[in-house]
């Protein structure tokens, strides 16, 4: 399809905008614009008349390529105050990213509609517990070793991938549920995510991809992905200000609700209704 220069400008920004949004959205409720920017990407390639059968491995490599710069930025951030667990990020890093490059590879040879059904359901979830899940919730005082450990790392790379998010929606609660403050928890899982983002999006750069939007390399949309990470750098200082300055807990309802509505409409997408 040849890129129309009127539409690559709306474009633009729309991409402007959704990273705009993903930013404030980090800022404000401490969780990565991944779960945003699929379905945010998705909706808008699909509207500018790229929707092919492999539109959603555009939609999450390119998520995933964001996340490597924001988590980066974040992990910086947090280590200035000591709140990075960096026990935890060694020992579980080589398994979650090989549960990532398996994700990826599993990823490639799904339509985008399975794809798009795998995400809505795993959405559900992920807005079910951000909106009622509770931070007294435990599981037991120290984080799963041995054999648990070894079954539980590669799946949250492996689901972290089908999805196009970073380590935030499944290490926080994992985190949590096992003794691990959630501030700690928070400044670790940027960490996961940079594990799961940097090793997927180098494989993702070699997954061919059929009538992908235009400036496309592999999986990873170049344009999307330049316009997003600057806009997200500059509005997540925003949200975090916003944070202080209100009561975080009804948004995080609100956002739960929000989530729960994209993840159920792309499931819809997926069945055909």
Do not use: E
């Not at 492999?54 to 490599?61: E, H, K, N, P, R």
């Amino acid at each position: 399809m040849t890129a129309d220069p009127w539409l690559l400008a709306q474009m633009a920004a729309t991409l402007l905008v959704i990273g705009a949004f993903a930013g404030v959205v980090a800022g404000l409720l401490g969780v990565g614009g991944g779960i945003v920017l699929v379905p945010a990407f998705f909706y808008t390639f699909s509207a500018m008349g790229y929707g092919s059968a492999q539109l959603m491995q555009v939609c999450l490599a390119t998520s995933l390529a964001t996340i490597i710069v924001t988590s980066a930025r974040s992990v910086q951030s947090h280590n200035r105050k000591g709140a990075v667990d960096w026990d935890i990020l060694r020992g579980w890093a080589a398994w979650i990213g090989a549960g990532a490059v398996v994700g990826v590879l599993v990823a490639a040879s799904l339509r985008s509609v399975v794809l798009q059904g795998i995400f809505g359901v795993l959405g559900m979830f992920i807005g079910l517990y951000f909106g009622f899940g509770r931070n007294s919730w435990q599981l037991g005082t120290a984080m799963p070793g041995g054999i648990k450990k070894l079954v539980t790392a590669p799946v949250i790379g492996f689901l972290s991938v089908l999805m196009g998010i970073g380590g935030g929606s499944f290490g926080v609660p994992l985190m949590t549920l096992h003794g691990v403050a959630i501030h700690r928890a928070v400044a670790t899982a940027a960490g996961f995510g940079i594990i799961i983002a940097l090793p997927s999006v180098l494989t993702f750069l070699l997954v061919p991809v059929v009538d992908a939007p235009p400036f496309t390399i592999g999986a990873v949309n170049l344009p999307a992905f330049a316009l997003v990470v600057a806009m997200t750098l500059i509005t997540a200082p925003m949200g975090a200000k916003l944070a202080h300055a209100m009561d975080p807990k009804p948004l995080k309802r609100v956002f739960a609700v929000f989530i729960m509505v994209m993840a159920l409409n792309m499931l819809r997408k997926s069945l055909g209704f």
